[in-house]
């Protein structure tokens, strides 16, 4: 019987031609392929390509099972536990199926699991859109290349570390010995999968700087990740991973974990229900459901949400739900416009939200960046400003030309705005901004440009004051005295020269 070093374990659904990029990526892994037990778990798909390829792989290699459920699911739950049901290898890896791992990702973390015999090892991972790529680190964990833990209890901090089940390799015999299962039915299972394991691990290692996973985000209109696709099954299934998340804690007795666990999240999922197309009343219904946990969240920390959704408290705590859910919506319109390929980049609902609220306060100024999550050389600009209270000014703070013109340019850093206002009297605002990336060399152009420009104002600033002098100068020689005077300069210059000429 072969021994497998990593079970790789895919659950899939008419992934197609993405299915063939995850696999090529675990074919040729540097540890070698014949070291790695491919699994698939299908949940039933009917698209004729990936029903192909799940043949081809099968025959071709024998060190790769298919299995077919006889029925469609619609979550990912119960193919992952097919898989791993069937699973042999020491470790285990669970992936999407529209992901790759980098080449020598098995290599480098089944090498690490097995020099300390880890229960698990975590590793970092690069978001991969459509013009540009990320590497994700948390700010708690950037002081090291690697931590090592013998409890959760160590840092509580790794609670709030993205649930990347696809970035964990994990040892089988930890997860059987500690009944760790995916829950089957609901979106997000690896929540709770991953905090299961955390609750369980006595010990593990985070490698903060390995980005071992390429975790794709499609958000084009008819290529959405599912994570993307903000319909009502999405909703429901968040909310139903999230009590299966809860309940865990509760079994474990580690509920004061509530409060650090859940925030990310509750931002995640209000922001997302605020930006779905599904109707109002559906809404009232799931934010209903979800109202237990998000009123826990309020009650362990009151100023959780800061002003960020500080204005649906009231409505949620007295059961209004239907105003709740209008705020919401209006706290969350904001229309972004952006040049050339950053379209996409700036409607991407995760990574680059702005968020507005009921600021109902009595400050007079707020600041905000239309961008949070990287930083490059930019032309920036508010073309639009509609709130339904006062605005007085608007100033960026960091610009390194235009601060108050029509236009900003800005150096590799985030563009601050500064707002000022009587936000007492008003609870929305909606912002229309271009924004477009620049190259060092247009940034110094544009710079240097600017700065030519002062220069030419202060010249032209001293040739009018010279302009001033020469026409002073020159109306007085136009002057009467001045005219006579002239008269009798020529008169002796010609004496002069008869004088010479004797």
Same mark, same amino acid.
Request: some cysteine.
């Given at each position: 019987?072969?021994?497998?070093?990593?079970?790789?374990?895919?659950?899939?659904?008419?992934?197609?031609?993405?299915?063939?990029?995850?696999?090529?990526?675990?074919?040729?892994?540097?540890?070698?392929?014949?070291?790695?037990?491919?699994?698939?778990?299908?949940?039933?798909?009917?698209?004729?390509?990936? %029903?192909?390829?799940?043949?081809?792989?099968?025959?071709?290699?024998?060190?790769?099972?298919?299995?077919?459920?006889?029925?469609?699911?619609?979550?990912?739950?119960?193919?992952?536990?097919?898989?791993?049901?069937?699973?042999?290898?020491?470790?285990?890896?669970?992936?999407?199926?529209?992901?790759?791992?980098?080449?020598?990702?098995?290599?480098?973390?089944?090498?690490?699991?097995?020099?300390?015999?880890?229960?698990?090892?975590?590793?970092?991972? !690069?978001?991969?859109?459509?013009?540009?790529?990320?590497?994700?680190?948390?700010?708690?964990?950037?002081?090291?290349?690697?931590?090592?833990?013998?409890?959760?209890?160590?840092?509580?901090?790794?609670?709030?570390?993205?649930?990347?089940?696809?970035?964990?390799?994990?040892?089988?015999?930890?997860?059987?010995?500690?009944?760790?299962?995916?829950?089957?039915?609901?979106?997000?299972?690896?929540?709770?999968?991953?905090?299961?394991?955390?609750?369980?691990?006595?010990?593990?290692?985070?490698?903060?700087?390995?980005?071992?996973?390429?975790?794709?985000?499609?958000?084009?209109?008819?290529?959405?990740?599912?994570?993307?696709?903000?319909?009502?099954?999405?909703?429901?299934?968040? %909310?139903?991973?999230?009590?299966?998340?809860?309940?865990?804690?509760?079994?474990?007795?580690?509920?004061?974990?509530?409060?650090?666990?859940?925030?990310?999240?509750?931002?995640?999922?209000?922001?997302?229900?605020?930006?779905?197309?599904? %109707?109002?009343?559906?809404?009232?219904?799931?934010? !209903?459901?979800?109202?237990?946990?998000?009123?826990?969240?309020?009650?362990?920390?009151?100023?959780?949400?800061?002003?960020?959704?500080?204005?649906?408290?009231?409505?949620?705590?007295?059961?209004?739900?239907?105003?709740?859910?209008?705020?919401?919506?209006?706290?969350?319109?904001?229309?972004?416009?952006?040049?050339?390929?950053?379209?996409?980049?700036?409607?991407?609902?995760?990574?680059?939200?702005?968020?507005?609220?009921?600021?109902?306060?009595?400050?007079?100024?707020?600041?905000?960046?239309?961008?949070?999550?990287?930083?490059?050389?930019?032309?920036?600009?508010?073309?639009?400003?509609?709130?339904?209270?006062?605005?007085?000014?608007?100033?960026?703070?960091?610009?390194?030309?235009?601060?108050?013109?029509?236009?900003?340019?800005?150096?590799?850093?985030?563009?601050?705005?500064?707002?000022?206002?009587?936000?007492?009297?008003?609870?929305?605002?909606?912002?229309?901004?271009?924004?477009?990336?620049?190259?060092?060399?247009?940034?110094?152009?544009?710079?240097?440009?600017?700065?030519?420009?002062?220069?030419?104002?202060?010249?032209?600033?001293?040739?009018?004051?010279?302009?001033?002098?020469?026409?002073?100068?020159?109306?007085?020689?136009?002057?009467?005295?001045?005219?006579?005077?002239? %008269?009798?300069?020529?008169?002796?210059?010609?004496?002069?020269?008869?004088?010479?000429?004797?």
């Amino acid at each position: 019987m072969v021994n497998f070093k990593v079970s790789v374990l895919i659950s899939t659904y008419n992934s197609g031609y993405y299915l063939k990029l995850a696999v090529d990526s675990i074919l040729n892994q540097t540890i070698g392929f014949e070291n790695i037990e491919l699994i698939i778990a299908d949940d039933k798909s009917d698209d004729d390509y990936t %029903i192909r390829l799940l043949e081809e792989y099968e025959n071709n290699y024998s060190n790769c099972k298919v299995f077919i459920l006889d029925e469609h699911t619609g979550f990912p739950g119960k193919p992952r536990n097919v898989a791993f049901e069937n699973a042999t290898g020491e470790y285990v890896i669970f992936m999407d199926s529209d992901d790759t791992y980098s080449l020598d990702a098995f290599e480098v973390m089944y090498e690490t699991a097995v020099s300390e015999d880890y229960d698990f090892v975590i590793t970092t991972f !690069k978001r991969i859109l459509s013009n540009r790529v990320e590497f994700y680190q948390h700010p708690d964990f950037l002081n090291q290349e690697v931590y090592r833990f013998n409890s959760v209890e160590d840092d509580l901090n790794l609670l709030k570390l993205q649930p990347s089940l696809w970035a964990r390799l994990i040892k089988r015999d930890f997860l059987i010995e500690n009944n760790i299962t995916s829950v089957e039915g609901v979106n997000a299972q690896d929540l709770e999968f991953v905090v299961h394991t955390l609750l369980c691990a006595t010990n593990f290692v985070y490698l903060s700087r390995f980005p071992a996973y390429n975790y794709s985000i499609r958000d084009m209109l008819n290529d959405k990740s599912s994570i993307r696709d903000y319909k009502e099954k999405l909703l429901k299934g968040l %909310i139903d991973g999230y009590f299966a998340t809860y309940d865990l804690l509760r079994k474990f007795d580690k509920e004061s974990y509530f409060s650090i666990f859940f925030q990310s999240h509750i931002y995640f999922y209000l922001d997302i229900m605020s930006k779905s197309s599904i %109707i109002d009343h559906v809404k009232i219904d799931l934010i !209903k459901e979800f109202s237990p946990i998000l009123k826990k969240q309020f009650e362990l920390s009151p100023n959780f949400a800061n002003n960020l959704f500080a204005s649906i408290k009231d409505d949620l705590f007295t059961d209004s739900y239907e105003e709740l859910i209008k705020k919401l919506n209006k706290n969350h319109k904001a229309i972004l416009e952006a040049d050339s390929i950053y379209e996409l980049f700036y409607k991407n609902e995760n990574f680059n939200t702005l968020r507005f609220c009921n600021f109902n306060t009595d400050e007079y100024e707020i600041c905000f960046s239309p961008l949070h999550n990287r930083r490059f050389y930019s032309r920036c600009s508010i073309t639009n400003i509609d709130t339904d209270f006062d605005v007085y000014e608007i100033i960026a703070l960091n610009a390194v030309c235009g601060v108050k013109s029509s236009e900003q340019i800005f150096s590799n850093s985030f563009p601050i705005y500064k707002i000022t206002g009587d936000f007492s009297k008003g609870t929305f605002m909606e912002i229309t901004f271009t924004l477009c990336e620049i190259s060092e060399v247009e940034f110094n152009s544009i710079k240097d440009n600017r700065n030519l420009k002062r220069k030419n104002k202060k010249l032209s600033k001293k040739n009018k004051k010279l302009n001033k002098k020469l026409n002073f100068y020159n109306n007085l020689l136009d002057t009467k005295p001045y005219r006579i005077a002239k %008269i009798f300069r020529n008169f002796a210059k010609k004496i002069r020269h008869l004088k010479r000429g004797f």
